[in-house]
């Protein structure tokens, strides 16, 4: 008879405090999504692109929402 392990259920993470707890959760994330896990590291070009082109694009996305309707 084979044993079933369950996972246990993490709990969700709090949103940061300030801007810098946020930057640490974010550089996290990012490494460990951007991680190739061939002994290179992360492909830090790549992510810093990404970030730049999403951080623009929130930037884009708030300012067309907070723009005044017709």
Same mark, same amino acid.
């Given at each position: 008879m084979s044993s $079933? $392990? =369950?996972?246990q259920s993490r709990q969700p993470a709090s949103p940061p405090a300030?801007?810098?707890? &946020?930057t #640490?959760? /974010? $550089?996290?994330? @990012? /490494? %460990?999504?951007f991680d190739w896990? *061939? !002994? =290179? !590291?992360?492909d830090? %070009? @790549?992510m810093l692109e990404s970030l730049y082109r999403? &951080?623009? %694009?929130? #930037? *884009? *996305?708030?300012?067309a929402d907070d723009a005044p309707g017709p």
């Open positions: $079933r $392990r =369950t996972a300030n801007a810098e707890d &946020g #640490a959760h /974010v $550089r996290a994330a @990012l /490494v %460990k999504l896990r *061939d !002994g =290179t !590291g992360a830090w %070009k @790549l999403a &951080g623009f %694009k929130l #930037a *884009d *996305d708030q300012l």
